[in-house]
């Protein structure tokens, strides 16, 4: 694997954090977004990074301080991409920006670029021929927090040639990750094939009027001693995101419950600045949830 420079596509939550991650252990990184705003947000979801860099793994200021001097930022995807032996695109989850994304990649990217998604529910097959390169194409999936929660779900689809697989794999090593390799295409892969029912579920029982975010959480992390709940789950990973999910279920499957649950996400959160963690406030407020409290788990 001769990797050195990286580019990661969308400079959203997990984009900013993939960057992040990949030049604190020593590669270059260049991070497109659609506008000069969006990368200045990037700038500062990144900046809020190096604290817990130094929190959380122990690192240095010097160490965090070389790793962000190895980031640069553009919005012109030619000038992001010019250089790049591996791109990892992390575009808002809906299939026609993705399709628009690629289809406008293949005509500027160099033929050595392999390109990777980190989408975690539409499937590589779905873009590969927009990608104009499908045997170099393939999923490059994190967790979010990945600093910690380290795992890289890398899935090729029937076209991928698996000399890129494993170079793939082999780059996420390099990066502090644990690669989980899938075979075959799997909607949702592994983690999210796990996650997302219960995080579905748990919005249709708040939907429905079963029961209250917080309740739901609590009987989560008593019964199975998970150390968050689904709704605190839906905070870390971004409303933006689950609301993305939910309006994309109303479409294909007509679902009354998952149409009230995008609405409820878009008017009462997402047009409310409530977006999650990163915003400070979610289904919870932070610092300090309620969750984290002593007597959150008491009689």
Known sequence: MNYKNITVAGSGVLGSQIAFQTAFNGFDVSVYDINDEALEKAKGRILKLKPRYQQDLGASSEQVDAAYNRLTFSSDLKVAVKDADLLIEAVPELVDIKMDFYKKLAKVAPEKTVFTTNSSTLLPSQFAEATGRPEKFLALHFANEIWKNNT??????????????????????????VPLPLHKEQPGYILNSLLVPLLEAAQLLLIKGVSDHETIDKTWMIATGAPLGPFAILDVVGINTAFNISRSKAKVTGDKEFEKLSELLKTEYIDKGKLGRETGEGFYTYPNPSFEQSDFLKV
């Open 152 to 177: 890289a779900e890398v899935m090729k689809h029937p076209g991928t040639d698996m000399k890129y697989f494993n170079e793939v794999i082999e780059f996420a090593k390099a990066i502090g990750m």
